[in-house]
């Protein structure tokens, strides 16, 4: 049976404590019911019937997914159509100010996470509620699939001291859990106060991958086109953390890597002699059209998944960039700061959620 999402059901599952409420939602391009209507139309027809509906709010790459890379910021707007505020949570605000939730009785999150801890829509919701707790405005979470599974867990949640807007409370890198059961933990652990609502899903099964829900994939983010680049991100995400491309600026970011000092034919060779489970790499070249080595010809690998659930995709990616320190330990280098905020701290550190030294050894 298909997964049925709490979108597709909203009349159904809306709060009876909070019809007629003034509320916000905090959407992007992939906050869609598996018709694909987007939220905000659907939200739209219902206001006046279960809510008032009187802001939009966007994360990062913006409420229509148009900002491409990290760091790239937007400013808030008035929708051209419904004349109400859309507010940016990625620019001189990533919390919502007391002036944005002014007129918002409780907050509607409808967001598609892809599983890993770095990826910030999860950190845009804990603001959120952190908001909202301090207001006392109620958050209502409409639950989706964790795309990658449930069950699968890899890398080390943070250590105190390393928290940034690519991790902001203790979970795994992979944590393997939905959004709903996210807000839970974050409500639980975080925010006791908060008034929190969990819309649930239906027929979805922690083993699950999203092609195995019958639900439409959109790209929650410009630079997650597919399953198969989520699969991989929770490992090649580190990559951003070093000089090495990640993919950026071609067709298959994530999936492929590399930079004009390799030799694709040489490190596959070493990185497949590893035997790492369910992937083989495949020697790829590639110029970039933005980002790292921007038309620059870069020699690297395309990670091809051949078993994704033996895939270890953090586990990998640690050890492709041990792979490359070691053949070019001259050309490697850590990216610096600035990285998603964070002025101080190296972005591998941040992204790891700890001393890189436990992984690398200096």
Known sequence: ???QLPLDHL???????L???????????ASVSSKLE????????????????????GPQHGFLGQTQDNMVEWKSYEHPRLRIPVYSLYGEHREPTTEMLDDVEALIVDLQDVGARYYTFIWTLYLCMRACEKRGASVVVLDRPNPINGITVEGPPIEKGYESFVGMHPIPIRHGRTIGELATQFRNEAFPKCRLSILPMKNWERSMWFDQTG?????PSPNIPTLETATVYPGMCLLEGTNISEGRGTTRPFEIFGA?????????????????????????YF????????????GGAQIHVLDRNAFRSFQTGIEIIRCIRKLYPEAFAWKQPPYEY????LPIQILLGGPAVDFFGD
């Open 342 to 345: 964070e002025q101080e701290k």
């Open 11 to 17: 009349q159904d599952l809306w709060p009876t404590e």
């Open 215 to 219: 639900l439409p994939w959109v790209m």
């Open 19 to 29: 019809r007629g409420a003034r509320v916000g939602a905090l959407l992007h391009p």
């Open 287 to 298: 110029q970039p059209t933005f980002n790292k080595f921007a038309g620059e010809l870069c």
């Open 1 to 3: 049976m298909h997964v």
């Open 260 to 284: 004009p000092f390799i030799d694709g034919e040489k490190l596959c060779r070493e990185l497949n002699s590893l035997k790492l489970p369910g992937v083989f790499f495949r020697e790829n």
């Open 38 to 57: 987007h939220a905000s139309q659907t939200l739209e027809k219902l206001s006046g019937e279960l809510f008032q509906l009187r802001a939009f709010f």
